[in-house]
């Protein structure tokens, strides 16, 4: 039975998309890309075009670097902290659970601000009223995977340095990239696989930071230029694979366009729906991620159960807040948003 793949990451992967990185990956003349050294030509001509094209897409200054690194954006949490606006203050605002992770870890090194919180209302909404006096880094969150908000307004960013964890949005939308210090985001949603994680660098913010150890240090990874240890090669072809099939859309300003649509005809329904009420404030929702409950449980048991015969998988909420969450990442197609709504219109109970 054909699956309609709704998970939140790793995510669903079009058949186009497979289809390049099994050919990139193929043997040529005996040898696959992944068995060669990645000092050699092909593999610095891969990052270095994978690079390219991020900035290309994001139309990036020159004063970026782009880097590929391992860890995920959980180690990036971590690193901040470490090398980021080290002498000035480190300022957050948690919009949830992957907002908290990023506090914990500053908040191991440093005195670390959180400016404004939702939540005591579950995460239900983004904070606009905070302050901040445009010292240091200020952290957020872009969009809440696990909740389903998402920064629509980032007039901030004209006060200072802000770092944006963009794990879950990243290149699904067109907006100022120019305008923050630091972005960064694991590949495994809008961008291939998990395993890379692409960063995104002011070289402003660079310092000199001896007592960091080196693979916790930016600075390092530059002068290295992503290579300071093997680096992650297999969710670089895909990330390479996944950029040039967003340029085939249009690039960001199509694919937001689309993206817009998918999520409108969802929210359109959990609206209209007497079985279901979202969980986010309408204005503060997210364009990727759609977190909603279905008002009677008794219900809940059929409905799954109607779902799994219909082909549909990865729509369980987040372990920590249950409910459903429909994930709608880049490469989802509108028809499989569509099929989902027909399933839901068509549920007897
Ligand atoms: N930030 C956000 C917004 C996320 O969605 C996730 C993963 N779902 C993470 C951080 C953690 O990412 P990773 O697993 O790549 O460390």
């Not at 779902?307 to 987040?318: A, R, S």
Request: aromatic content about 10%; charged content about 20%.
């Amino acid at each position: 039975m054909k699956q309609y793949n709704f998970y939140a990451g790793p995510s669903i992967l079009n058949d186009e998309v497979i289809k390049s990185a099994l050919a990139a990956i193929d043997k040529k003349d005996g040898l696959s890309l992944l068995e060669l050294s990645h000092r050699g030509p092909e593999i610095q001509n891969l990052f270095q075009e994978t690079k390219d094209l991020v900035k290309e897409l994001m139309q990036l200054e020159d004063r970026y670097e782009v880097l590929f690194l391992h860890g995920g954006a959980r180690l990036q949490n971590c690193m901040i902290p470490y090398n980021i606006c080290t002498k000035e203050s480190a300022n957050y605002i948690d919009t949830g659970i992957w907002a908290k992770n990023s506090i914990e870890e500053s908040g191991i090194i440093r005195e670390t601000k959180i400016l404004s919180s939702s939540a005591k209302d579950n995460y239900s909404y983004i904070p606009k009223d905070f302050e901040w006096d445009g010292n240091g880094y200020l952290h957020i969150t872009s969009n809440n995977t696990v909740h389903g908000s998402q920064f629509h307004d980032f007039s901030f960013c004209k006060k200072g340095k802000v770092v944006a964890d963009m794990s879950s949005d990243l290149l699904s939308r067109d907006i100022n990239f120019n305008d923050f210090g630091m972005i960064y985001a694991g590949l495994q949603k809008n961008l291939g696989t998990a395993g890379g994680t692409l960063v995104i660098l002011d070289k402003s913010l660079l310092e000199d930071l001896p007592q960091v150890p080196s693979m916790l240090n930016y600075k390092q990874h530059v002068k290295a230029d992503s290579m300071l240890n093997t680096p992650p090669v297999f969710a670089v072809i895909m990330c390479n694979i996944a950029l040039k099939w967003i340029a085939k859309q249009g690039g960001l300003a199509a694919l937001e366009a689309i993206n817009k649509t998918k999520s409108d005809i969802l929210y359109n329904e959990i609206d209209n729906n007497p079985l279901l009420s979202g969980f986010v404030k309408t204005e503060d929702r997210s364009l990727m991620n759609a977190t909603f409950a279905i008002n009677d449980l008794s219900f809940k048991n059929n409905f799954d159960t109607y779902l799994e015969e219909k082909g549909i998988v990865g729509i369980d909420g987040h372990r920590s807040k249950g409910g459903y969450r429909v994930s709608m990442y880049n490469m989802l197609p509108l028809s499989h948003v569509e099929y989902f709504v027909d399933c839901i219109q068509n549920f007897k109970g």
